[in-house]
T-cell receptor, first 118, second 111 residues
Framework: KAGVTQTPRYLIKTRGQQVTLSCSPI?????VSWYQQTPGQGLQFLFE???????NKGNFPGRFSGRQFSNSRSEMNVSTLELGDSALYLC?????????????????FGPGTRLLVL | GQQVMQIPQYQHVQEGEDFTTYCNSS?????IQWYKQRPGGHPVFLIQ?????EVKKQKRLTFQFGEAKKNSSLHITATQTTDVGTYFC???????????FGAGTTVTVRA
C-alpha cells in the first residue's frame, strides 16, 4: 500500500505571499491531520479533517486553513506568510479506531513539505 | 488541552548502554503512542499502549504505561547506532481526540 504523499517537498516563499500544500493519504484512510514542526516548538498540531469536515483545530492563527476533498486528499493554505512560518509541515493520515476501547488513531506521516520564508 | 511532558530532551548514550525516556501528563490518558523520527525523516509509529500498567516489547525496546495512566516510559537496552533519532510520545485524554505530542527526546549514540 502506498504511503502518505506530500507535495511539494520543498518550497521557498517570501514574506506576504501565500502557499498551498497538498497531502494524499493512505488509501482507505479518511482522517488527515496537519502538523508544523520547528526546532524550537516541536510538533504542533494544526488541524484534522475527517470526511471533508474539520474535526479538530490547534492554536494557530486564521492565516492557516485547510480543507479535505471527497477522495480524502487534503490541502492546507497559509496566507500572508511570515518568517516564523518557516518549518517542516507534516501531514498524517489515520484509519478509524475503536475509540470506545480507548484507542487513539495512529498517525501515518508523510515525508513533509519543508517551507522556507525569506 | 492536555499536555504531555517528555524528559530528557537530549540523551547522549554510549553504544551498548541502556537508557530510558519518560512521558508524563497531569491528566489521565486514554492511550499513549510512541513515534521515532530519524534525522531528516518523518515520525514513524512504533507502538500504542491502552491498558493501565501495560508493557509491550519490540526487540530491545520496552514500552510501559503507568498504573494511573498518567505516564509512560520507553527503555532501550544495548543501544545501537540505529537507535539514533528523536522519540516522541503522543496521547489522547479521555475527552480529547486531538493527539498531543511531547517535545521529544533526541538520542545520539557514541560508538
Amino acid at each position: 500500500k502506498a504511503g502518505v504523499t506530500q507535495t511539494p517537498r520543498y518550497l521557498i516563499k517570501t514574506r506576504g505571499q501565500q502557499v498551498t500544500l497538498s497531502c494524499s493519504p493512505i488509501s482507505g484512510h479518511r482522517s488527515v491531520s496537519w502538523y508544523q514542526q520547528t526546532p524550537g516548538q516541536g510538533l504542533q498540531f494544526l488541524f484534522e479533517y475527517f470526511s471533508e469536515t474539520q474535526r479538530n483545530k490547534g492554536n494557530f492563527p486564521g492565516r492557516f486553513s485547510g480543507r479535505q476533498f471527497s477522495n480524502s486528499r487534503s490541502e492546507m493554505n497559509v496566507s500572508t506568510l511570515e518568517l516564523g512560518d518557516s518549518a517542516l509541515y507534516l501531514c498524517a493520515s489515520s484509519r478509524m479506531t475503536d475509540r470506545l476501547a480507548g484507542e487513539g488513531e495512529t498517525q501515518y506521516f508523510g515525508p513533509g513539505t519543508r517551507l522556507l520564508v525569506l | 488541552g492536555q499536555q504531555v511532558m517528555q524528559i530528557p530532551q537530549y540523551q547522549h548514550v554510549q553504544e551498548g548502554e541502556d537508557f530510558t525516556t519518560y512521558c508524563n501528563s497531569s491528566t489521565t490518558l486514554s492511550n499513549i503512542q510512541w513515534y521515532k523520527q530519524r534525522p531528516g525523516g518523518h515520525p514513524v509509529f512504533l507502538i500504542q499502549l491502552v491498558k493501565s500498567g501495560e508493557v509491550k516489547k519490540q526487540k530491545r525496546l520496552t514500552f510501559q504505561f503507568g498504573e494511573a495512566k498518567k505516564n509512560s516510559s520507553l527503555h532501550i537496552t544495548a543501544t545501537q547506532t540505529t537507535d539514533v533519532g528523536t522519540y516522541f510520545c503522543a496521547a489522547n485524554s479521555s475527552n480529547d481526540y486531538k493527539l498531543s505530542f511531547g517535545a521529544g527526546t533526541t538520542v545520539t549514540v557514541r560508538a
